[in-house]
């Protein structure tokens, strides 16, 4: 029995007094959901002060990216050390943001890259997170053209290859991957349930696949993509879906507590 974790995403948005507010709008109910993990991923610079509200709950803190060296001269990076030292507990990788391939400035005339994650750097990410104990929620998932050329698996069978070159098994039970399929990310254009269970279910196989089927059938996989309090409780009664990775609405105490309440109905 996979316990449902719901992880807010709150991308590049929220000043520290917007964060504390967040926090503590929600704090109320979604702690009371005790069958539910819950993980909040505010910016770099709300973090420490979101993991010393949240000390005395049962919700964690998550960073949404790291650099895989412990320190040195990384101008503007920050270490799975110095995210271990306050208190982090996940950490997204490979978030399709992120991601080199879609990390270009958005402006027509400009071809310049300003994240350029590639397979390998997420695979030396995970390996460095796994190190300091933090779990990685590794995001996996198609673009529309992609989708619309019958690539949705070999895309998504390829990221896993890559992402989990070399990781032993046994340090995979703290993982959550999170199938995250580009074109419903921040377009309200959500997934329909059984595609995504479906698809979820290919990615708990290839999982299987690559490690064993122990790992697979404990490892949580999260659905991202709009996900929205209307349509939470569907996505979450889907058997092959163990919580979400909530961008948007994660933003919004209310919108976000009752996404909570919708996995803890669904746990
Ligand atoms: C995300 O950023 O991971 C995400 C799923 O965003 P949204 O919920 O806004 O689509």
Redesign the pocket.
Known sequence: MRTKLVVG?W?MHKTLAEAVATVEASLRWVDARRDVDVAICPPFTALSKVRELLRHTHIQVGAQDVFWKDSGAFTGQVSPAMLSDIGCAYC?VG???TRGRFGKLEVAESSLGYFAESDHTINLKIRALLFQSINPIL?VGETEAERQAGQTEAVIRNQLASALEGIDPSEMYFFAV?Y?PVW?????N?CDAAEANRVCGFIRQVISDLTDADVAQNIRILY?????PDNADELFRQPEIDG???????LDPHSFSRIVMAAGSNA
């Open positions: 995403n991308k997204i978030h399709s943001e995001c999170a995250e419903a990310i921040g377009t309200g959500t991202g993509g709009s996900v929205k979400g990775l909530v961008g948007g609405a994660s």
